[in-house]
């Protein structure tokens, strides 16, 4: 019982206050020492470079809760057929309620006085020569309304209960009916909140009062953080060229980036505005391409002696899509000890290979085996704490005396350290 309880405490004692570190070999070796030098300074460069620097492994990120809201001003003109009209913000803007996504109408056409009823359909839309091509109750998907089941020969169309008289899209005016449009104001307010840093930040910046709003437009060099827009100017910096994309309508994309450092003071958080094209240019050549423009229609319903009336309204336009996209950091410990750890880890790249060169690839292979490795063979008889003394002192004992540890007759055992060293000795 004494001797159970003597290991169990020699055991514990054993494993709180003994420590093991790993044996090491140093190898005089040009090449692999080249090799070994070089992989490190690659992950070092990785490490500085990329995770640091570039990646900026040492911040936590953060992206933000944004809100936008948009105003547009301005006045149109239009005389056709001798009728004078004036469009102002509530009748060009779809929806009117200063969304984050909008259409300005540059271009439309127009047909008034629709009322329910039996009319032909345009020519091209489905043609006949008899009743029997126009099947009553049928429709076509690009038709205007329901077949009666009646030719009508003067137009050789169906005759539909639709809409009537039915649009006629075939004419899309040139120019544009709206071009002074290229002369309308956006303006655009947009608040976002870090909620990682607590930061809340707006485009209204430092310096944005109320007398700068007011005779400031955008210009990306003259005046970067204006809130105020000029339409044309938002066409021609997304490459788009005005007269054409009011023409048939389009899409732009203005992108506010907030991205920022929050290791400088907050007031350098500023955004910067960018503009894209993002479909819909009617000057690409591509003939693989369906659709180009954009384009909807809206309807204005009124009564007229007692009848249902419409006036529809093909509308071309310019969509604006205002997306916001964000990225903060900021100096936080535990990325920066995250990103040390695993560059220290990466280092043993250079051992990994070093070891493969050196076990495997170099000639003198087996004898950097017999150094990096000790073999054992519980089978002997010797006891092994005589083993490890006389292992111990031929190794440690190696350095001067060299011949005198050959003499012992050890030098040919392949379990022995003896053989390899590599070292002249004298004869």
């Known amino acids: 019982m004494e001797k159970m309880k003597n290991k169990i405490t020699n055991a514990l004692s054993d494993f709180f206050f003994e420590y093991e570190t790993p044996r090491q070999v140093l190898v005089r070796n040009r090449r692999v020492g080249v090799v070994c030098r070089l992989i490190q300074l690659g992950v070092l460069a990785y490490i500085i470079g990329w995770v640091f620097i570039y990646e900026k492994g040492y911040q936590s990120a953060d992206t933000a809760v944004s809100s936008v809201f948009t105003k547009m001003k301005g006045v149109g003109y239009t005389n056709v057929s001798k009728v004078e009209k004036v469009w102002d913000v509530a009748d060009y803007v779809f929806p009117p309620q200063g969304d984050s996504s909008f259409v300005v109408m540059t271009n439309y056409i127009i047909t008034e006085g629709q009322s329910l009823g039996k009319c032909p359909e345009l020519p091209g839309k489905h043609n006949c020569t008899s009743p029997t091509q ?9 038709g205007h309304g329901t077949m009666t089941g009646a030719c009508n020969y003067t137009t050789n169309t169906c005759e539909v209960y639709a809409w009537c008289p039915v649009e006629d899209d075939s004419h ?23 909620p990682l840093f607590g930061v809340i930040r707006s485009n209204l910046v430092e310096g944005i009062d109320a007398k700068y709003i007011s005779n400031c437009s955008y210009h990306p060099e003259k005046a970067p953080l204006c809130p105020i827009f000029n339409l044309g100017d938002i066409v021609k910096f997304s490459g788009f060229n005005f007269e054409t994309i009011a023409k048939v309508g389009g899409a732009i994309g203005i992108v506010v980036d907030w991205t920022c450092n929050f290791d400088y003071d907050v007031r350098h958080c500023k955004p910067q505005y960018k503009f894209h094209g993002l479909y819909g240019n009617p000057t690409e050549k591509d003939k693989a391409r369906a659709s180009v423009g954009y384009n909807f229609r809206y309807a204005r319903h009124y009564f007229e002696e007692g009848v249902q009336k419409r006036t529809l309204l093909k509308v071309f336009g310019i969509r604006i899509d205002i997306i916001v996209q964000s990225l903060a950091r900021k100096f936080d410990i535990i990325p920066t000890l995250t990103a040390i750890g695993s ?7 250079a051992t990994v290979v070093c070891d493969l060169v050196l076990l495997y690839l170099l000639p003198k292979r087996e004898f950097y085996k017999n150094m990096k490795f000790k073999y054992t063979d519980h089978s002997q008889d010797q006891p092994d704490n005589d083993s490890f003394d006389l292992d111990s002192n031929a190794y440690y004992g190696l350095g001067g005396k060299a011949g005198k540890v050959q003499d012992t007759g050890r030098c040919h055992d392949p379990e022995s350290e003896v053989g390899s060293i590599e070292t002249d000795t004298p004869k």
């Open 134 to 142: 126009c099947e009553g109750g049928s429709y076509k998907r690009t």
């Open 172 to 194: 899309i005016p040139d120019p544009p009916l709206l071009m002074s449009a290229e002369n309308y104001t956006l303006f655009i307010k947009n608040s976002v909140t870090f």
């Open 343 to 349: 560059g220290v880890g990466i280092f043993g790249v």
